[in-house]
């Protein structure tokens, strides 16, 4: 089946540790985005990538960090500079650019304690 | 910085009652998206409308744009206890990345 992988689903991370969020999509898309939901709210987008070896900022990069050595994989670093790391994280993919449909992964919630 | 604006935040309604939620973006758009997001789940595309299309239906769901406002509709007709999620509107833009609103979280009761 294609589609697009998170994991881990629930992730754990102690004050001031770097943790990376992985992101693995089988659909042949060119593009992939992660994006940051905290409760009750919408989704705010942090990297994006449109083709290998190549990402852009989105609207709250700073703390994070992305990867795009394969076209297959977008990971995620959360950084100890994000100060408020605890949200909802979700990868995406489109087939080409942004005005297409977008696949999402079912999440990673990520918990600082 | 969020381009759609859904109204209202949120939705409670009975079940077989109609359901409708708006959208509102400030630039110009190459197409308008609508997709849901049950609790704690990635989120599910439902329905595409160009900018040139005016209205477009899928099963129960039915979109209206009307890009002079700005604005869109999402209609869900004879609504059902399994129609309760989130759905939020996200907007493509030559900025060639989706944009996404807050949400309307819509709530079915029995």
């Known amino acids: 089946d294609g589609g697009i992988t998170q994991s881990p689903k629930y992730l754990f991370r102690k004050e001031g540790q770097n943790v990376t969020l992985s992101c693995e999509q089988n659909?042949?898309?060119?593009?992939m985005y992660w994006y940051r939901q905290d409760p009750g709210q919408g989704l705010r987008l942090i990297y994006y990538?449109?083709?290998?070896?190549?990402?852009q900022k989105g609207d709250i990069a700073e703390g994070y960090s992305v990867s795009r050595e394969k076209k297959e994989s977008f990971p995620l670093t959360v950084t100890s500079a994000q100060k408020n790391p605890t949200a909802f994280y979700l990868c995406?993919?489109?087939?080409?650019?942004?005005?297409?449909?977008?696949?999402f992964g079912q999440g990673t919630r990520l918990t600082v304690v | 910085s969020q381009q759609g604006e859904e109204d209202p935040q949120a939705l409670s309604i009975q079940e077989g009652e109609n359901a409708t939620m708006n959208c509102s973006y400030k630039?110009?758009?190459?197409?308008l998206q609508w997709y849901r997001q049950n609790s704690g789940r990635g989120l599910v595309h439902l329905i595409l409308?160009?900018?040139?299309?005016r209205e477009k239906h899928s099963g129960r769901l039915r979109v209206t744009l009307d890009t002079s406002k700005k604005s869109s509709s999402l209609l869900i007709t004879a609504s059902r206890a399994a129609d309760t999620a989130s759905y939020f509107c996200?907007?493509?833009?030559?900025?060639?990345?989706?944009?996404f609103g807050q949400g309307t979280r819509l709530t079915i009761n029995p």
């Open positions: 995406a993919s489109t087939k080409g650019q942004g005005n297409t449909e977008a696949f």
């Open positions: 659909l042949n898309h060119d593009a």
């Open positions: 990538s449109q083709i290998v070896n190549d990402f």
């Open positions: 630039t110009s758009i190459n197409n």
């Open positions: 409308i160009r900018s040139n299309e």
């Open positions: 996200a907007t493509a833009s030559g900025a060639q990345k989706l944009v």
